[in-house]
């Protein structure tokens, strides 16, 4: 029969391993979020992104789509969703959002290595010029 005094050691260590283990998982879930909340943020921008691009149907008259994707080299059927880049290279919609997905916001065209998307910036578009009176922070 272990005396109370032993139990009730083991009962407190064991109520401090729980608080230890409740802390670590809650900080482990913080930062984890953190990199989550990073990642889709960065998902958000690049589906936007995607979708700036051009959509059209294989086999509308604006479409200009050569036979065959470049990136899965499978030719086009009717009907088939077909994105144009800024640079008119077209692609399967699929292909060339899951080559963007691939590559990220730097991602280039597979044919002529130009920039699928916007160069990033750092600072917000300027909309007025000169006259526009400086930003002062808070
Ligand atoms: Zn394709
Ligand atoms: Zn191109």
New binding site residues.
């Given amino acids: 029969m272990p005396d109370p005094g032993t139990i009730c050691v083991v009962a407190s260590f064991a109520l401090f391993e729980m608080a230890v283990g409740v802390i670590i998982s809650f900080l482990v879930r913080q930062s984890d979020e953190q990199r989550l909340g990073q990642e889709r943020e960065d998902e958000a921008k690049l589906s936007d992104a995607i979708k700036q691009l051009d959509e059209r149907c294989y086999g509308d008259e604006r479409c200009s789509a050569a036979d065959e994707?470049s990136?899965?080299l499978?030719r086009y059927e009717a009907d088939d969703k077909v994105r144009r880049l800024k640079c008119g290279h077209e692609?399967?919609s699929e292909?060339i959002e899951q080559w963007a997905r691939c590559k990220g916001l730097d991602a280039a065209c597979p044919l002529c290595t130009r920039p699928l998307f916007p160069p990033r910036t750092c600072a917000p578009p300027i909309v007025s010029s000169q006259s526009a009176p400086a930003i002062t922070m808070l």
């Fill in positions: 994707c990136i899965c499978g692609y399967h292909c």
